[in-house]
């Protein structure tokens, strides 16, 4: 049912986009596209993922992982493609783990270790987006200041993480939860906490750094990728603009009320591009070929996982 709620959701986000536009300047505005610009994205964006892939191999390590760097390619490209399918753009993370377990055999770590990639990736998209902030043009959506938008959501994400580092200040949060209906849940989240532990230890600092340094390059590549949407329509936007929309489409998306995202990204440009001034067919246009790109990208996944074999590994681990 949740996802039939999701379809129509997406359906109503493109029906109220549809209506506010004008779509036979959307048609035609499409038809203006410089192909080379909008292949090169996709070349751009692939690349990403092959470096999104070594940030992820990276983050094995202090969890005791050790799998082949291109085999960890097959599996991100296959969590690619499957974003493509799933109800959310995170739908892809959990098949990522599903085959890492499968791999290694051992769910606690191998789900942390996507859970990690995932987070240093939010820190690198928040923080861009928060610096951004500050430089961008002056806008408001509907009523919130963006910058003042940008420090919440970072601010909540910081305390997140405070409370994932700190172990007091886990129990504390681990005993109110025990007060409430999602106390049955504890369990498995303590075995996955305990599965962090690895991350905090002195000697991984260097690198978690390198990972978080990976993931700035990676946010500068999906605003690359904007960017060059934006040229292959024949438009200027400002590059500050995009540091702060991009990331902020890219978190909307990850909300479990649409399938992947759809719907969602076409309203959020049309509603802050169009703050700067960005025609509304445009910036729909925009959202389109941004979505084209990662689909075109995204497609070679589904050919690694029709050709894949069984994992390498027989162990039998389970922690």
Do not use: C, H
Not at 41 to 68: C, D, I, K, N, T
Not at 242 to 259: D, E, I, Q, Y
Not at 275 to 280: D, F, H, N
């Amino acid at each position: 049912m949740s996802t039939l709620i999701k379809v129509a959701v997406t359906a109503a986000l493109y029906l109220a986009v549809f209506y506010t536009i004008d779509v036979g300047k959307l048609w035609e505005r499409l038809q203006t596209v410089r192909v080379a610009w909008v292949a090169l994205g996709v070349l751009v964006y692939a690349g990403g993922q092959w470096l999104s892939a070594w940030r992820w191999w990276l983050l094995l390590r202090p969890v005791r992982l050790e799998v082949p760097y291109l085999r960890m390619v097959g599996f991100y490209f296959i969590g690619m493609f499957f974003n493509i399918f799933l109800p959310t753009i995170v739908g892809g993370d959990a098949v990522k783990a599903l085959l890492l377990v499968r791999e290694t055999g051992a769910p606690a770590r191998s789900t942390m270790s996507v859970f990690m990639e995932r987070n240093v990736g939010l820190f690198a998209l928040l923080a861009i987006a928060t610096a951004a902030a500050f430089v961008a043009p002056p806008v408001d959506v509907k009523g919130f200041n963006l910058l003042q938008l940008t420090l919440l959501v970072f601010a909540g994400f910081v305390a997140a993480n405070l409370v994932l580092a700190n172990r007091p200040a886990y129990r504390l949060v681990d005993y109110l939860v025990a007060l409430t209906p999602l106390a049955r849940i504890r369990s498995r989240a303590a075995s996955l906490y305990e599965a962090l532990v690895p991350y905090r230890e002195a000697r991984w600092r260097g690198l978690i750094g390198a990972a978080v340094a990976q993931s700035f390059l990676f946010q500068a590549v999906v605003i690359l990728v904007v960017f060059l949407n934006a040229n292959a329509l024949g438009l200027r936007v400002p590059v500050s603009a995009l540091a702060v929309f991009v990331p902020l489409v890219s978190l909307a998306g990850m909300l479990p009320v649409s399938v992947n995202g759809l719907g969602i990204r076409e309203a959020l440009y049309l509603l802050l591009f169009g703050q700067i001034g960005v025609p509304p067919d445009a910036a729909v246009s925009m959202a389109l070929l941004y979505f084209a790109v990662t689909l075109a990208a995204s497609l070679p996944g589904g050919v690694v996982y029709a050709l894949q074999r069984g994992p390498r590994s027989p162990s039998k681990r389970t922690s």
